[in-house]
């Protein structure tokens, strides 16, 4: 943000102070234009072209004349004129960071300006350029954008380059002069100008100018009192302007202009006062300001306010870290120490005067009042429950059942209706980022729920489907007990540390994971503020939080509240405020009082004042009217603002009327209403509409009112008349005013716009209702009605109807091109910091830190140490020295190793020498760094490092990174004391000269340092992807903003307008319709409300339903006063504001209507509709109370009340009625509590379908999750599983038709809707007569009123009766005793028999009675089969049409003659008994053939068996005797093997029909199959067979065999097994594939004859073979069967008592003898060798099969004398067992031969991988070839333009090179790091091997007779080696990195040179000359490389070849 010294500052600003200049006197002549510009002087300019190209040019460039800016500001308003729904771009143009839009604003605000500049160039038109650039700031598309990125930035510009004053005095002398007209402007300037906008009338020149200052004042404010005198002096003068031109002449607008300076100047005064306020409250203090309020507020009828005020104002300081004054500054989620304080919460009661710390009676004090109610709502429990689970042991008992980790806390005290989940050993598993997601997010891990153990995957997925459990959005809390080590001196020993999180994430795939071990995960976002979030991130990079952790989640809703909190403290404005806000209306009713000091009317400038842009200044109406503000005396509630301006508006309610009506007298009257005179001919109307009396007066009150209440009891229509409300509005105003131009009000050349002189402009209505169902059933009424210009924002609705109004729908591809270049620009930046993030987390994740992480940072902070540790290594040098995984490496040495030797010790003092000269020589460039504080030069030891458990939260810096870096090398550093500190050893010059010690002291520093940066980084990181995720989010709220300008009707939750505050204050509605608003909280209310509204209707009845909050105590029942569910409806009507009442129903039928007329409706009158009403079928009465006398159940009296007997009463009375010829969809059951929803749901099951709504249906997944799954016993139906569809009420309509399902529903969730018969469970029956919900006369109403024909209640009056706090229930029993209509059996009349009535005392009297709906005689009609009816009498089915008669049948089957076997109802069909013998043609006998087919013998087919030849291919096969003549015909149904040989040496398994059918296909006759019986045999060898199906299984290189199909002579693919190289020290855990080090460590082959081998495990043996017995004994006791040196095998292979079944395989001799047959003297002359696979074979038989004659030498008497010289050869597979082929592996004696292989194969594999990375290398510098060439031919053409200045389109051009040369060296660089990495895998066992030589050499005390590398060569270990390809590739990929790195330095310096140098020509020569040639050497050097790697690949030997890469000459 600039700084605070805008608009108004003189000269004290940046820009330079304008005075009103003329043309005399000017000063010297500016230089001529541009010569572009000058060449387009007299042409119409492209308006996208101008403005793109001005903005995305070279920012060197500038304005020079008037003209350069006025077709600059002309392209700007053209194209948002033009284009209005593509303003992103004129945006993105003008204030985006991207472009030079705002240096060319800056340059048009320092211009020098005049009134009578004319056509001067060295000062611009004041009216022509200033006038219009804040014209084009000023439109509404611009300022109502939601583009505050770029229109922010704007407005700063202006107001910090502007000079206010001298646009003042330049408007003050157009006013002196009495014209706006520039004296030296001609007509001819004007043609020449080609119609560019200027002002016409004074009041198109001050209209800007205010609106500029307004948004100044809203936008950047005035915080000073400098800035704030400053402007209020501007805003003075101005209106003298306005008062000066008044006095010359009235003019279109000006109302306008004058009106909103006086609101600008009214709207500083409050400002001006509010900052005198808070300066006298810090003089004075907050607390004495509080007493003083107490004081003044307390008195007769008030409610004492005797607690302490918020925050600073009490005595005795905040209760908490979240305890403020300020709303503004409280955290929605709550803190650590707000959870657990132990003080009471500020919390005001609802009463005006309780806030009292803020001014009574204003909006500030309202929205704290709601606030804070609100957001106690939502964290009271969760704070009483933390306390609880505090005092019961926190994260170390957990509350819970014994064993068990997570589940329902047990804590004592709370309700059941509060409940608290924990999840136990919660780990944080990694940090993750999601751009289209939640953003930055952490994933955890914790225990399952306890009664999801044992279930499969897919049970417990079901659970987490249908549970509410960790639903997204939810709140919870990570709870973790520091320990008494690690707890902070400054914590408390029982506090522990507390997050607070929302779930981001939830997949039920991973809440129930399939991997055996794997525990549920979920994805969170921590909330803001919170104190922890450092230890979380340290935690989710691998680190571990100290203590026990859990996570805690409270039944609460913390989604549903926090858009309404973020809502009320984001609004800055009250629209309405004197109406809201009042403290007390007048008794008179007629309206609030007059407003007072300070404060702001509802009718007056208010609604202007706050708000935006255009929507204040120019739009209030018709041009040329002004009405005067109303006086105090005859203060009403006033009419709308924007019907108010103009007297002459006259209501049309001709869209009312119905379309028969022809009266033209009657179609005069009501399309000529004078509204504003309170005309109103209700006569007139109510004779042409379908409206009642009461509705044409409430309609009235609706749109005369500009806040009106419509109260509407149960069944008069109030939706209805709202609709009507809508449709009046709709016909009577137009649409969103950004079709105006704001000076005067005309409508622009713009498709159906409506002339606002006959419509005023009131932008979309909005229409909010508290639910997605209540506002779809409001938007169907609208488009029943054929209003369909709606957008319906929310994806939560389920009506199909409104699918197509959907913002998410009518929003696709609707983004304009700047809009989707600017996300096209957030996606980007999310994706690279993704890429950051991604290497940041793998920096700090890693162990003990690599040298190429560490040596950068060592050579800036310890030169000379890096000198020491790269230039004297270990004299151990090869080429693989740098490789970082090699263990040798030197700074694996340096850390791990010793201090050198005294040979090393000489070398380094050479070194040491060398090294000072040159220090001497030149000065480090980067000592400078080690004086800064970010690196520790000094500290202390290495045990005194303090460890991160003993850090506070949020204090993770340089310790915390020290500890986690102590986690993850715990064991890898020793803290001893070291010789010297730390600033001896950063000091130092020899590296390798230090102790083990102050090695690990120094790298703890340097790793320390490293990761420090590392976390910085981090967070700066996460909080810019955050920061860019909220850009996109406004990006898209831009685009939906288009769409929802240009709709008339926006339907929205409350819920929905507080998430998208800032779009619906950009969509400036002026109306807000809010429906059911007496159910709504006033706080939901609040946030619906756009800074422009001017026109509120609220619609709902006080006398229903209330809010609901989760608090007993905030409900008005509770008598605290607290009143949060006093809905701003009821309140309001309360103080005796006046509201509109319907007073007619046309729902009940007048026995149901008299039971609320009577109690709460005295003057509710019924319709004669309802008086025709037919009575109940089969009921004595239309209205009864069944009172019976059985127990609720029920834990206590907090819990869900359940009753069975009226459960099981009230579905069987459900089946009764339809029983009756009611659809099911006309019945409804319902019930005041979710327990007993639970047992009539189970109860209607069994007898029909039924259905919930889905409030109802998360009610029951509530209850059900806590009871079902919990193990409760007190429910039968929480035994019972839910339905697999549990038919939402909005869900599965296509499948399930509504009107065959019964609604069972809660009485809370039914508000709104009716049925056609009710049946009322109230479940309450005890002796203390509690009633619970049943004493609320709200609920009473509400429950009383649903039903249409009939109701049927089911209770205990004795109960209801009794109950102290409600009186109504004896008012309702008295009425119905009245009637008789009370009784404990309810009579039932059969329809058939009406002297027949039933009195039924129970659901069982139904099956005794009128089982089937009527009475208990047999029915005995006749039905039209001839039987009886078997059913009882029943009234449906008259005609027994569906009656299914059980009765035989009767008939007689032909032409059998068989009588029918089935039941009467049944269909007859064909005869199916069955024949036992049957003779069919062939002459075989068929069995038990059905009758009906018996009759036609030739049609059975025979089942018999036979042989049948076929010719073709001379195959007998059997086939059924039916069959034989389409297999003759067919030969291809040939079900023979084929069994011919193939080429892959297989045998075919296929169908010899399958083959000799694709034999036939393949032909050129074209044969088909018809053809195959008369064509001649075809030879089986000429058959075309198809694919080999057997398994490959040929030998791979790795000694497995290919497991693949069998696919010919193609190479074999990589095995795909795990790798069977293995050892005693360990195995391969890879694939074949993979990379395979062979084992470095010491052989482990030992005897007591020949010793043991001194080389690694993985090198080729030298040690000679043992051909003695093993003289060990087995554990049974006999001496072991092996040989001497190998591995003693189990007892089972004992050839004394081992297994008998064993048995050992003679190669020689080729037999198997079993173990016991061998003596011991044949052991003992040829011992046997057990291989791992369990098979046995004799010495002799193993070395002949591996050859060992091959690799050791033999002496005349066979014994081994030396080790032989191994061939390199071909490649072979490794050896395997020769019986079931499975590798060889750990067999001693053969280590020669077969570890000879495995390095063959690791060398083999190494190379094959080297292809594949190689290739991988060519494509990255393949994708980058393009580039690469336009690089090149920029440089050439930067070259070229040496010695001379170079053009513009070649400075572009070698602009583009430059991004080109970016990515290829990108590319470059990344192919280098690939080829870089490439090391072979046999490095380690050849320097282990080196090393074990030298070893021996040492200790032979003797100089080495043969280098070690002869040695090496001669024992067959062979050198690694990468291929000569592959080295000249890699210097050649370094070589073309380095030279793109200088193209891109060139590049770069032709650019900047070219823009800083005034005459760069010399300079440009020189500085470029010298770089290409600095970057020669590389280019050359490339060259080099390319062609000794062509050359060498060639050369390579074959298993060893590299594919080379596809050079390129750059």
Known sequence: ??????????????????????????????????????????????????????????????????????????????????????????????????????????????????????????????????????????????????????YNPIMATLADNLDLASICRCAKALADQGSIADPNYRPYHQEQDGGMWQPETW??????????????????????????????????SLQQTAQAFKAHGDCAGEYGVVNNLGNLGRLLAIKQAEQQ???????????????????????????????????????????????????????????????????????????????????????????????????HDMVAELCESAVRFQQAGGS???????????????????????????????????????????????????????????????????????????????????????SAATRPRAQQASDPCITFATISMRNEQQLAPREAGHRPQIGIRLCQGCGANDEILMAALGGKLPGHTVMLQSSGSFFAYEPILKALQSTQTMPLADYIAAPKLRADSSGPEPPTAGRTGGASFIKDLLSHGNRLFGNRGPVGRESPPPTAAAARVGGPAYLTQDASFRLDLSCLLDEAVHDDEALNAVKTIDLLAGHWPSDTLQEVTTLDQSQLLALQAALSRELALVQGPPGTGKTYVGIQAVKALLANTSGNAKDLDPGTGHVDDLPNAADPLTHPCVGPVLIVCFTNHALDQFLEGLLAAGLTDMVRVGGRSKNDALAQYNIHELVRDKAMPAQKQLLYGCYNRAGALEQRIGELKASLMQGELAWPAVKHHVEMVAPDLHESLVSRKRPMDDEFEEAVSNKRHFWWQWLHGHRRNNAQNKAAAAADARAQASQVAGHNSFDVLAEQPNFQTTGPPATEVPAAANTEPGEWGEQGVAALAGQRLAGQRLHIAPNRDLEDLLAAEDAWTMTRTEREMLYNCWDEQLRSGWLGELKLAMREYESVRDEQRRIHADVDLNVLKGARLVGMTTAGVANKQELVAAMAPKVVIVEEAGEVFEAHILASLAPTTEHLILIGDHEQLRPKPQLYALQTESGQGYNLDLSLFERLVRQGFPVATLEQQRRMRPSVSRLIRNTIYPSLQDHASVCNYPRVKGMVHNVFFWDHNHPEGGRDENASKQNSAEAAMAARLALYLTQQGYKAGDITILTPYVGQLLLLRAEVRKYMRFVVSERDAEELAAAQGDEDTEGSQDSPAAKEKLPGSKLGFAAEISRVNLNDCVRVATVDNFQ??????????????????????????????????????????????????????????????????????????????????????NMLRSAADFDTFARDGG???????????????????????????????????????????????????????????????????????????????????????????????????????????????????????CTATCGSNLECGHTCQHRCGACLLSTVRGS?????????????????????????????????????????????????????????????HGQCKGLCTDLCAPCAEPCRWLCQHQGQCKLPCGAPCTRLPCNERCTLQLSCGHRCPSVCGEPCPSTKFCIHCGDKSLTAYDIIMDENRTLRDYDKGEVTENPLIVLACGHVLPMTSMDGYLELHRAYAKDQQGNWTTPCQLEAGEQQALKSCPICRQPLTQIMRYGRPLNHMKVQHADIKFFLHCNQELAEADKMYGAASKAASDSASRAGEGRQALGRRPAKHSMD??????????????????????????????????????????SLQDQQLSAASKPVDSVLGALDVPRPDRGPSCKAMIGYCQAVTVWMAASVTILQRLVDLNQQASNPQQQLSAEVKKLWSDANWAYEDAGRHAAEAQKLALQDRAPQTVVPLRLRQH
């Open 1415 to 1533: 009475c208990s005689l047999q029915c005995s009609a006749r039905m039209p089969c001839g039987h009886s009816c078997p059913r009882l009498c029943h009234p449906d089915d008259s005609r027994h049409v569906t009656v299914q008669c059980p009765k035989a049948c009767t008939h007689v089957l032909q032409p059998c003659g068989h009588p029918c076997p089935k039941l009467c109802y049944q269909d007859c069909g064909l005869c199916t008994r069955p024949m036992p013998n049957l003779l069919l043609p062939c002459g075989h006998t068929a069995h038990d053939i059905p009758c009906h087919r018996a009759l036609k013998p030739d049609l059975v087919a025979c089942t018999e068996k036979v042989s049948v030849h076929l010719p073709h291919c001379g195959h007998t096969i059997q086939v059924r005797c039916g069959d034989v003549a389409a297999v003759q015909a067919d030969a291809s149904k």
């Open 1 to 150: 943000m600039h700084s605070r010294g805008r608009v108004g500052r003189g000269r004290s600003g940046r820009g330079p102070a304008h005075p009103v200049r003329t043309t005399q006197g000017r000063s010297s002549p500016v230089a001529a234009s541009h010569n572009a510009m000058q060449s387009q002087a007299n042409q119409t300019v492209d308006s996208y072209t101008a403005l793109r190209t001005l903005t995305d040019g070279s920012r060197s460039y500038s304005f020079r004349t008037p003209l350069q800016m006025r077709r600059f500001i002309d392209a700007g308003l053209t194209h948002s004129k033009t284009y209005p729904s593509d303003v992103a771009f004129v945006l993105r143009c003008l204030g985006s960071a991207d472009t030079a839009g705002l240096q060319r604003l800056g340059e048009i605000c320092r211009f020098p300006h005049a009134v009578d500049a004319g056509v001067n160039k060295e000062a611009c038109s004041f009216q022509r350029v200033t006038c219009a650039l804040l014209h084009l700031v000023t439109l509404p598309a611009l300022m109502n954008s939601l583009l505050t990125q770029c």
């Open 203 to 236: 009041v198109q020149m001050l209209q800007p100018i205010v609106n500029f200052l307004n948004q100044v004042v809203q936008r950047l404010g005035c915080n000073t009192e400098d800035e704030l005198q400053q402007m209020q002096q501007s805003v003075a």
């Open 277 to 375: 306020r808070v300066l006298r409250k810090e003089t004075h203090g907050l607390q004495q300001h509080v007493h003083r309020q107490r004081q003044q507020r307390s008195g007769p009828g008030r409610l004492q306010a005797d607690q302490d005020g918020p925050g600073e104002t009490r005595p005795d300081g905040p209760r908490h870290d979240n305890d403020h004054t300020s709303i503004n500054s409280i955290s929605i989620a709550p803190t650590q120490q707000e959870v657990l304080c132990h003080v009471s919460a500020y919390l005001p009661a609802n009463v005006p005067g309780t806030v009292i710390h803020l001014e009574e009676g204003s909006p500030e004090a309202h929205k704290d009042l709601h606030f804070r109610l609100l957001r």
């Open 1564 to 1624: 050129t006759t074209g044969s088909s199959k018809g053809s195959l019986a008369s064509a001649p045999p075809i030879p089986v060898s000429s058959y075309q067979h198809l694919a080999c199906s057997q398994v490959c299984s040929r030998d791979l290189l790795c000694g497995h065999t290919c497991g693949k199909s069998c696919h010919g002579g193609s190479t074999c693919p990589p095995c795909t097994r795990l790798c069977s190289v293995k050892c005693g």
């Open 1853 to 1894: 051009a070698t602009v583009i090179g430059l991004q080109h040369a970016k990515h290829l060296a990108e590319q470059s660089a990344r192919a280098y790091q690939v080829v870089q990495g490439l090391r072979p895998p046999t490095v380690a066992v050849f320097q282990a091997a080196r090393c074990a030589i030298q």
């Open 1312 to 1397: 709104g809707e009716e049925s056609t018969i009710i049946i009322l469970s109230l479940v309450r029956n005890n002796k203390q007569g509690m009633i619970g919900f049943l004493k609320t006369s709200n609920r009473i109403n509400v429950m009383l009123s649903r039903a249409k024909h009939g109701m049927y209640i089911l209770g205990h009056a004795d109960t209801l009766t009794a109950s102290k706090k409600s009186t109504m229930w004896r008012q309702v029993t008295g009425l119905l005793e009245g009637d008789d209509a009370v009784g404990q059996a309810l009579p039932v009349v059969c329809a058939n028999h009406p002297e027949s009535v």
């Open 396 to 482: 170390d008992s957990l509350a819970l059942p014994k064993g068990a980790t997570s589940g329902r806390a047990n804590l004592p005290g709370i309700d059941d209706d509060m409940s608290l989940f924990v999840y136990g050993n919660v780990e944080i598993k990694n940090l993750m980022t999601a751009k289209f997601g939640a953003g930055v997010q952490y994933e955890v891990a914790f225990d399952d729920l306890p009664f999801n153990t044992g279930k499969t995957s897919g049970q417990r997925r079901e659970y987490w489907e249908k549970s509410r459990r960790l639903q997204h959005g939810t709140l919870v809390a990570l709870w973790w007990d520091r």
